[in-house]
Structure formats: C-alpha cells, structure tokens
C-alpha cells in the first residue's frame, strides 16, 4: 500500500524559511512524477511543485510562477523521500501542503485530478 507521509510544516515570519519533507513507502519511485500541492483556507487546491524521476534518474523539476526562484523541489532516492526547500516566505504561502505522486511522465506541475496518491498534508503558516 502506497504511504505518503508530510512533515515540516509550521509557522515562520514572512521573510523566513521552511523545509518540507515527504516520506514514500510502498511505492516505485523512479518512473514517476512526485509533487508538493497546497490549499489555503476557502481556495482549491493547486500544485506548487513536480519532479519527474524517469530515464535518468536526474529529476525534471517545474514551478508553478508565484513560487519560481523561492521554492525548490529535490528527492533524495536512497532514502525514498520528497523536499520542499521554501524560501522568502511570504503570508500568501499559508496553506496545507501536501506530496502527491503518480505514475506518469509531468514536464510541468500536474492538475490534482493527475495524481494518483496524497499524504495528510502539512500546514505551514506565514505572519506578516
């Protein structure tokens, strides 16, 4: 069975940093597309983040623009496991992150309605 577990999340001052992670288990990791959702409180949930493991193992990374040059997405293969580096945070950023996968091929952020596994999600909160 396929698990997905968040952790990092909490509550920084705008201006600061947090690091998510994302532990799979259950799950082929390579040849496939792994990603970091959020949803704020009264809004839909939307991608943030995707890195594609496929062919060479080097990872394919996309951003969706309003967190391009802030936020980067990296994988750590050996120990199964999704980051989120989240930088110049600002309040905008306050939601529930949650690491999703699916097995497909994503060039760029995929649609919620693409990917197949989600975790519980963790909150991060950002005070102006």
């Known amino acids: 069975q396929v698990q997905l577990v968040e952790s990092g999340g909490g509550s920084v001052q705008a201006g600061g940093s947090l690091r998510l992670s994302c532990a799979a288990s259950g799950w082929t990791y390579r040849s496939n597309c792994m990603g970091w959702f959020r949803q704020a409180p009264g809004k839909e949930r939307e991608g943030v983040a995707a890195?594609?493991?496929?062919?060479?193992?080097?990872?394919?990374?996309s951003y969706v623009d309003s967190v391009k040059g802030r936020f980067t997405i990296s994988q750590d293969n050996a120990k199964r496991t999704l980051y989120l580096e989240m930088n110049s945070l600002k309040p905008e950023d306050t939601a529930t992150y949650y690491c999703?996968?699916?097995?497909?091929?994503?060039?760029?952020?995929?649609?919620?309605?693409?990917?197949?596994?989600w975790g519980k999600g963790t909150l991060v909160t950002i005070s102006s």
């Open positions: 999703a996968a699916a097995p497909l091929y994503c060039s760029n952020v995929p649609g919620t309605n693409d990917m197949h596994y």
């Open positions: 890195i594609d493991s496929s062919g060479s193992g080097t990872g394919y990374v």
